[in-house]
């Protein structure tokens, strides 16, 4: 195995054929079947493959975030707080890989700012810098209302997004639920959802039952990133940032 995978030629990042179904609400926006259900089995096995090798804080330039598996015990200091979830920020591990992906999500986000535009201010853009695939087992999830700029560490994290890398059954729970807005979606494969960071969009991820693992890949879009050890270490393995401006 090296340590940059190796990606196919000629990979369709986006779904052909068939119309992008938008939805906003609220802040929340939905594009539907818009990264191709290949790259994101691509997403899927670079988790696996990179998972297998049982990556520690030891491994790729002593950085502590390629630590895969997250219990929320090491992430919070108040126990678990009812996380339990697996973990692989794809920037550190594989640059190629993750810039592909901003690139697919730096795509939707353009439609997500037509909407929003306030999100986004012309002289200070906002540029997603991580790109975390994360796989959730039965039982497993992060299940208390919460949101993605609390602490202080988190303070310049402007826009979450979120990218479904595979589909689960309805019967099989595992949807992302939003307090305030009254709403839940069903992880369908190739799906990108963006929502504001902040402690008007409190969510969670609903029980997960069955024998399918729930696979998302996910980050923010930052003013200023506060913890610039992952942006550090992964423009050093050439990850691209994406980068959003209105003047455009």
Same mark, same amino acid.
Not at 55 to 71: A, E, F, P, R
Not at 72 to 91: C, P, V
């Given at each position: 195995?090296?340590?940059?995978?190796?990606?196919?030629? /000629?990979?369709?990042?986006?779904?052909? !054929?068939?119309?992008?179904?938008?939805?906003?609400?609220?802040?929340?926006?939905?594009?539907?079947?818009?990264?191709? /259900?290949?790259?994101?089995?691509?997403?899927?096995?670079?988790?696996?493959?990179?998972?297998?090798?049982?990556?520690?804080?030891?491994?790729?330039?002593?950085?502590?975030?390629?630590?895969?598996?997250?219990?929320?015990?090491?992430?919070?200091?108040? %126990?678990?707080?009812?996380?339990?979830?697996?973990?692989?920020?794809?920037?550190?591990?594989?640059?190629?890989?993750?810039?592909?992906?901003?690139?697919?999500? %730096?795509?939707?986000?353009?439609?997500?700012?037509?909407?929003?535009?306030?999100?986004?201010?012309?002289?200070?853009?906002?540029?997603?810098?991580?790109?975390?695939?994360?796989?959730?087992?039965?039982?497993?999830?992060?299940?208390?209302?919460?949101?993605?700029? !609390? !602490?202080?560490?988190?303070?310049?994290?402007?826009?979450?997004?979120?990218?479904?890398?595979?589909?689960?059954?309805?019967?099989?729970? %595992?949807?992302?639920?939003?307090?305030?807005?009254?709403?839940?979606?069903?992880?369908?494969?190739?799906?990108?959802?963006?929502?504001?960071?902040?402690?008007?969009?409190?969510?969670? !991820?609903?029980?997960?039952?069955?024998?399918?693992?729930?696979?998302?890949?996910?980050?923010?879009?930052?003013?200023?990133?506060?913890?610039?050890?992952?942006?550090?270490?992964?423009?050093?393995? %050439?990850?691209?940032?994406?980068?959003?401006?209105?003047?455009k």
């Open positions: 195995m090296t340590e940059q995978q190796q990606q196919p030629e /000629k990979i369709e990042l986006l779904t052909q !054929g068939v119309e992008h179904e938008m939805i906003f609400n609220e802040g929340i926006g939905v594009i539907k079947n818009y990264a191709s /259900k290949e790259w994101c089995q691509i997403l899927i096995d670079a988790f696996e493959m990179y998972n297998a090798t049982k990556l520690t804080k030891n491994v790729l330039d002593g950085h502590y975030n390629m630590k895969t598996t997250n219990d929320g015990e090491s992430q919070f200091n108040k %126990g678990s707080l009812g996380r339990k979830d697996e973990q692989l920020f794809l920037e550190v591990a594989d640059a190629g890989m993750a810039s592909t992906t901003n690139e697919i999500v %730096g795509g939707a986000f353009e439609h997500y700012v037509r909407e929003y535009r306030g999100v986004i201010d012309s002289s200070d853009p906002v540029t997603s810098w991580t790109c975390k695939i994360q796989k959730t087992q039965a039982g497993g999830g992060y299940h208390i209302w919460h949101c993605e700029d !609390g !602490g202080f560490v988190y303070r310049d994290r402007v826009l979450t997004w979120m990218l479904y890398l595979n589909d689960i059954p309805v019967e099989n729970g %595992g949807a992302t639920d939003f307090l305030h807005q009254k709403c839940s979606f069903q992880p369908t494969v190739g799906t990108m959802v963006f929502w504001p960071a902040t402690y008007t969009h409190m969510h969670r !991820g609903s029980f997960l039952t069955g024998d399918i693992p729930k696979y998302i890949a996910t980050g923010w879009f930052l003013r200023e990133p506060g913890d610039v050890s992952n942006r550090i270490i992964g423009e050093k393995r %050439g990850f691209i940032p994406q980068q959003v401006n209105l003047n």
